[in-house]
């Protein structure tokens, strides 16, 4: 029996990913008695188990003075952690577009509901002619 945990595995393919990481793509036959292949198997097990949507993570400590590490098993179709986390990137940038948007509209419509003082001497805005603050000023303060 070979030392390479890998050997009971068929290889696929391999290479470099674009993130950085490395990829194997494996067969495993889940009915042999193969320490890898089980562990594998167990990894989709509980992927399926707690119906995870995307991925599971293992945080593997492996003792004192060894580095741990992170072990990922998602499906196969589904996207990977840096593909969830550019997607919410691109979201938060368009919320912050979308917000400095609505932000200069509110200065906006601020500015058109600034006060001035009236003939007997009171501030009254000068749109809507209500005492100051009016109730737009009051709305656009809770914003
Ligand atoms: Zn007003």
Not at 4 to 12: C, F, K, R, S, T
Not at 104 to 114: F, G
Not at 118 to 140: A, H, I, W
Request: glycine residues 6%; contains cysteine.
């Amino acid at each position: 029996m070979s030392d390479d945990p890998l050997h009971n595995l068929h290889l696929q393919s391999s290479g470099n990913t674009a993130d950085g990481g490395f990829r194997l793509s494996v067969a495993a036959d889940e009915t042999r008695n193969d320490g890898v292949a089980l562990v594998f198997a167990g990894m989709a097990d509980i992927l399926e188990r707690e119906d995870a949507p995307n991925y599971v993570e293992f945080d593997l400590h492996r003792g004192v003075g060894k580095r741990p590490v992170s072990v990922c098993v998602r499906w196969l179709d589904r996207p990977t952690p840096h593909e969830l986390r550019r997607t919410a990137e691109e979201h938060s940038m368009q919320l912050r577009t979308v917000n400095q948007h609505l932000h200069a509209v509110i200065e906006r419509v601020r500015a058109l509901h600034t006060s001035m003082t009236d003939n007997d001497g009171y501030l009254r805005c000068r749109t809507c002619r209500q005492y100051t603050p009016c109730d737009t000023v009051r709305t656009l303060d809770r914003i």
